[in-house]
């Protein structure tokens, strides 16, 4: 799955757009390398995500299309 998609549909990012401006600014890296919106995300990936002065870091347990607001944390674990 692409890495913007990915983002939307976990929910780590609200819109898909906004997952692409952060991978183009740099802000967005997948195992410690800076990522591109059209990266693939594999299960086991360590995602990293800046947020101005805050970073999230998130490891990718769980890969599906589209699932409900309520099961979206399913889909990564907080590091």
């Known amino acids: 799955m692409r890495l913007d998609k990915y983002l939307k549909v976990s929910r780590l990012i609200k819109r898909r757009t906004v997952a692409n401006e952060a991978c183009d600014a740099g802000r967005v890296m997948i195992n410690d390398k800076v990522a591109k919106a059209s990266t693939d995300v594999k299960i086991g990936d360590v995602i990293e995500i800046g947020f101005g002065i805050k970073t999230v870091r998130v490891e990718v347990t769980e890969i599906v ?15």
Do not use: G, R, W
């Open 65 to 79: 299309d589209s699932t409900k607001k309520e099961d979206a944390k399913d889909m990564f674990k907080y590091l």
